[in-house]
């Protein structure tokens, strides 16, 4: 069966940096696409990035581009998540999600918390 | 970038209880549209996709409607495991994917 987990989530300090990793198994990776989603404390669902099955092409929320950097190693089956200049708002869970057809979100990990505090 | 409204937010019913849940789009997304559910301490899960193809598992008590801008969930008969939060999402036009701010079925 599917299984995705993320690691490297923790406490980190504003402006700082954070790569978060996707460990897949169960699957035909390289078929698959690769979406992040993160949901704040009490708070809900917002989409951060993805990444296509093939590495090719990635997209970053608007509000979030330029501190992001997703990529993946198909021989891994992994996918990374770069956040930069980290900002107390970025204080969330960070899941890893696959992609079953351009936009269906299906398989999700159980998250990883990131905290961003001084 | 497409508005998931979801009403309402809240919502006390019983076990065995019919419910319906409502997601509104600010434009069309045709059958673009994806439920998920979210249990307390967990990742969401998803239920439907597509506005009424139940994902792998899923009981039949789901079902999905809707087309274009208006988009329903019900749960035909409600059991203790599905007391979560719901939350819509649509895939038609992205980036960005979107969700609705979620609608909390509780215990009555």
């Known amino acids: 069966q599917v299984q995705l987990v993320e690691s490297g989530g923790g406490v980190v300090q504003p402006g700082t940096s954070l790569r978060l990793s996707c460990a897949a198994s169960?699957?035909?990776?390289?078929?698959?696409?690769i979406h992040w989603v993160r949901q704040a404390p009490g708070k809900g669902l917002e989409w951060v990035a993805m990444?296509?099955?093939?590495?090719?092409?990635?997209y970053y929320a608007d509000s979030l581009r330029g501190r992001l950097t997703v990529s993946r190693d198909n021989s891994k089956y992994m996918v990374y998540l770069q956040l930069n200049s980290l900002r107390r708002e970025d204080t969330a869970v960070y899941y890893c999600?696959?992609?079953?057809?351009?936009?269906?979100?299906?398989?999700w990990g159980p998250g990883t918390l990131v905290t961003v505090s001084s | 970038e497409i508005v998931m409204t979801q009403s309402p937010a809240t919502l006390s019913v019983s076990p065995g209880e019919r419910v319906t849940l409502s997601c509104r789009a600010s434009?069309?997304?045709?059958?673009?549209l994806a439920w998920l559910q979210q249990k307390p301490g967990q990742a969401p899960r998803l239920l439907i996709y597509?506005?009424?193809t139940r994902a792998t598992g899923i009981p039949a008590r789901f079902s999905g409607s809707g087309s274009g801008t208006e988009f329903t969930l019900t749960i035909s008969s409600l059991q203790s495991e599905d007391f979560a939060v719901y939350y819509c999402?649509?895939?038609?036009?992205?980036?960005?994917?979107?969700f609705g701010q979620g609608t909390k079925l509780e215990i009555k």
């Open positions: 999600v696959t992609d079953k057809d351009w936009g269906i979100l299906n398989s």
């Open positions: 169960g699957l035909k990776f390289r078929r698959y696409g």
């Open positions: 990444i296509t099955s093939d590495g090719n092409d990635q």
């Open positions: 434009q069309s997304i045709r059958t673009k």
């Open positions: 597509d506005v009424s």
């Open positions: 999402q649509q895939y038609n036009d992205w980036p960005p994917v979107t």
